[in-house]
Structure formats: C-alpha cells, structure tokens
C-alpha cells in the first residue's frame, strides 16, 4: 500500500501542474510572454476551483475535501492553494485508472521527487482514511492566456506560456525547462462554435498538447476557454491509459 501513497502523490502533482529561456516556432514574436487585462473575474482573490475526474469506464472517485482557491493577485500573478483529502480506495482506484501499477519503482519513485519539487506539494497519510496533499503554486492569468512558474523551488523569473487564446491550430511554443529537459505544446484543436460541454454551458476551446521526456506520462492535453480559464486536463500515461479532469471555476458559475 505504501507504493500506492507514492504513486498518488505523483499523480496529484501532475493534475496541478496547470491549473519552466524558450525557443519557439510559433509565429508570435515571443510566444514567452503575455499580455492583458490582469483585472479579470477569472483571477480574482477567493474564486475557488474543484476537479472531477473522468475514467472510461468510469471510476467513482470520491473526495472528502477538494478545493484550490486563489489567495493572491498582484498584478495577474495568481497564488493558489489546494487542499485535497482521500482515503486509500481513492489511490487504489487512480493507480488502476492510469496503469500505474504497471511501472517499475524506479521509475515512478524519481518523478515524484520531481513532481514535488516542481509544486511543492505536501502529503499526509498519518489517516489513511482520510489523507491529505496540500500546495501552494502560482500562475499568469491574463485575458490573453496563461503562464506556469512551475521549476526548481517555484522559480518567477521563468514563466513558460501554458496557452495563449489567439494562438491557432498548428502553432507550436517550445522550450528549455529549469530542469534541462526540452518540453513541446501545440496546439491540436480549436472551436469555431460552442462545442464544449462544461456543466450546462457550451463553450469554445482551445487545446494545446504538452510532450516531454517523462517516465510516467506520454502526454497532456489542456484545454481553455478565454472566460473561464484551464477547464480541462487529459493525462495520457506510459501505458495508454488516459484520465480526464474538468476544472470547474465554481465561483464563476
């Protein structure tokens, strides 16, 4: 069981890794930098976040605590804390969902130590029905897009572009995180009409694919809207397996 708490651990990591100079064959001057009103409702101290995950087949997963809220804005650098609780059923049910089990200790046990650099996450098992992971990160939220600071102790002086909402299908943003490692985001689709069941509303997307070496997972999608932010996250691992977690801005509903 204790394989699991650190597979959890790692998996939790990656799901707030969104919600690290670069190059670039985007055709944006500089792709690395955004701009915009900072003053938006999106990024506003005290909207709160909660995430649903979807499996196929589905997998009841259930939280006893869920929640990311903003506690800072200076000037659209955005400070979140989360705070989650779970109990070992919920770890068993995400190491399945994702194929973890599947993977070798070495090497999932060195993407934790990374993960948790990267965000700082903190996780409590001393209940284990009812442990806890806690993390405090910050983002860019602008009305042009978003930025991640995630790096060697949650670096500010090197943002990296998670989307931009004028960026196309095609565009591609490229660049050297603080750990070396070379990471890709393209952009593989975008809406012309509200075809995105977020709730009850219907919205416009755009989805932008992050590949890097990783040897836990093969790829992440994100998905945005220009109103209400990262709205989704696809996590597709070594083994084939995908889980989807929609963000829900519910202050904003």
Request: proline residues 3%; glycine residues 6%.
């Amino acid at each position: 069981m204790k394989r699991f708490y650190n597979i959890l651990l790692a998996f939790c990591v990656v799901t707030l890794y969104f919600v690290a100079c670069s190059s670039s064959t985007d055709p944006d001057s500089n792709p690395g930098v955004i701009g915009g009103e900072t003053n938006i409702e999106l990024s506003k101290v005290g909207n709160y976040f909660s995430v649903i995950i979807v499996t196929d087949p589905q997998t009841d997963f259930n939280f006893s605590e869920n929640n990311t809220t903003i506690t800072k804005n200076d000037n659209g650098i955005v400070t979140f804390y989360h705070k989650s609780a779970f109990d070992s059923t919920f770890i068993e049910s995400l190491a399945n969902a994702l194929g973890l089990q599947d993977l070798p200790d070495h090497l999932i046990l060195p993407a934790l130590v990374d993960y948790a650099k990267r965000i700082g996450g903190k996780l409590d098992t001393t209940d284990k029905e009812r442990m806890t992971l806690t993390a405090e990160f910050t983002v860019k939220i602008t009305s042009e897009g978003m930025q991640e600071y995630f790096g060697k102790n949650n670096n500010l002086t090197t943002p990296h572009t998670l989307v931009k909402y004028a960026w196309n299908v095609g565009n591609v943003y490229e660049f050297t995180n603080t750990e070396e490692i070379k990471v890709k985001r393209t952009v593989v689709a975008k809406s012309t009409t509200d075809d995105y069941s977020l709730s009850h509303l219907k919205l416009k997307v755009i989805k932008v694919e992050e590949t890097k070496e990783d040897p836990i997972i093969d790829k992440i999608t994100y998905i945005a809207n220009h109103k209400y932010g990262l709205i989704g996250i696809i996590l597709k691992s070594k083994t084939g397996k995908e889980v989807k977690l929609t963000v829900f801005p519910t202050s904003l509903f």
